[in-house]
Nanobody
Framework: QVQLVESGGGLVQAGGSLRLSCAAS????????MGWFRQAPGKEREVVAA????????YYTDSVAGRFTISRDNAKNTVYLQMNSLKPKDTAVYYC?????????????????WGQGTQVTVSS
């Protein structure tokens, strides 16, 4: 079992940047494919980005492709989400999650472990 803790959220102006971190404990992060999700008020949680256990492959939802970058450092047991050119519509609670290796990382039900979330607010 793995425990996940997100950090790095906050308030930023449109066009700004933030880097979210997700620190894992309890089990090595290299045992999992990882994803970042977000949930805006009144909306369903959606996948933002995902990365395979080795870092060899990444997925991005269309709305963040070219602006966000997911990466991981398995030696540090940490996954990152670099968010650039932020827009007000990126405002949400962001969650990291862990899934078994080889699962469909685009769907929420593939993920077994979740962090508590970190708030990102982008002002216009």
């Amino acid at each position: 079992q793995v425990q996940l803790v997100e950090s790095g959220g906050g308030l930023v102006q449109a066009g700004g940047s933030l880097r979210l971190s997700c620190a894992a404990s309890g089990r090595t992060l290299s045992s999992y494919d990882m994803g970042w999700f977000r949930q805006a008020p009144g909306k369903e949680r959606e996948v933002v980005a995902a990365i395979r256990w080795s870092g060899s492959s990444q997925y991005y939802t269309d709305s963040v492709a070219g602006r966000f970058t997911i990466s991981r450092d398995n030696a540090k047991n940490t996954v990152y989400l670099q968010m650039n050119s932020l827009k007000p519509k990126d405002t949400a609670v962001y969650y990291c999650a862990a899934s078994r290796i080889g699962a469909n990382v685009k769907i929420e039900t593939s993920y077994n472990y979740w962090g508590q979330g970190t708030q990102v607010t982008v002002s216009s």
